[in-house]
Nanobody
Framework: QVQLVESGGGLVQAGGSLMLSCAAS????????MGWYRRPPGKQRELVAT???????NYADSVKGRFTISRDNAKNTVYLQMNSLKPEDTAVYYC?????????????WGRGTQVTVSS
């Protein structure tokens, strides 16, 4: 089992910034990609950003230039720096990680953290 614990969500005004963190623990083995997804109110979960073990990022078009994903492999932690936040960024943000433990593939999700951007 791998546990992913998110932190850093909250309420912020439009134009403000927040940083999310997600720490992985448990039977981690070798983590491949880590990433952030979000579920806006009344909508389906969508990709925000992912980052490979080598540090290559991938972003949704809606957050390019505003959000930055990074990771600390030594701490098994992924971060999401969110700047210039907009009301449409309001969502529950979920951390995701996949990898291998004892040659068995895994894909885990965190429980989510709420981000609310007021106009």
């Amino acid at each position: 089992q791998v546990q992913l614990v998110e932190s850093g969500g909250g309420l912020v005004q439009a134009g403000g910034s927040l940083m999310l963190s997600c720490a992985a623990s448990g039977s981690i083995g070798s983590i491949n990609a880590m990433g952030w997804y979000r579920r806006p109110p009344g909508k389906q979960r969508e990709l925000v950003a992912t980052i490979t073990s080598g540090g290559s990022p991938n972003y949704a078009d809606s957050v390019k230039g505003r959000f930055t994903i990074s990771r600390d492999n030594a701490k098994n932690t992924v971060y999401l720096q969110m700047n210039s936040l907009k009301p449409e960024d309001t969502a529950v943000y979920y951390c995701n990680a996949d990898g291998y433990y004892a040659l068995v593939y895994y894909d885990y999700w965190g429980r989510g953290t709420q981000v609310t951007v007021s106009s």
